[in-house]
């Protein structure tokens, strides 16, 4: 089992900048590609961008393209998503995710652990 908790979510403006933090514990973090998910209200969870164990593979969402960036630090166990220029349309729960293998940018279903969630709400 990976437990994962997310943090670093909360209320900015149009323009502004976050950066989202998930630290994962229980098994090794070792040979785990991460992922991260939104879910806004009323609609499926989306994907938005992954990394690979070794963080030398990313996938992006187009929508996220140019103004989020995910690493991670396995020292650490943790992976980040600093979002920047954010949008009221990035406004979601977001989900952070592992799945033993390669990394995919593809669905929740293809993803094994999950954390909590944490709200990012961005004002216009």
């Known amino acids: 089992q990976v437990q994962l908790v997310e943090s670093g979510g909360g209320l900015v403006q149009a323009g502004g900048s976050l950066r989202l933090s998930c630290a994962a514990s229980?098994?090794?973090?070792?040979?785990?590609?991460m992922g991260w998910f939104r879910q806004a209200p009323g609609k499926e969870r989306k994907f938005v961008v992954a990394i690979s164990w070794r963080g030398g593979i990313t996938y992006y969402a187009d929508s996220v393209k140019g103004r989020f960036t995910i690493s991670r630090d396995n020292a650490k166990n943790t992976v980040y998503l600093q979002m920047n220029s954010l949008k009221p349309e990035d406004t979601a729960v977001y989900y952070c995710?592992?799945?033993?293998?390669?990394?995919?940018?593809?669905?929740?279903?293809?993803?094994?652990?999950w954390g909590q969630g944490t709200q990012v709400t961005v004002s216009s």
């Open positions: 229980g098994r090794t973090f070792s040979g785990y590609g």
């Open positions: 995710a592992a799945r033993l293998g390669p990394v995919v940018p593809g669905t929740p279903d293809e993803y094994d652990y």
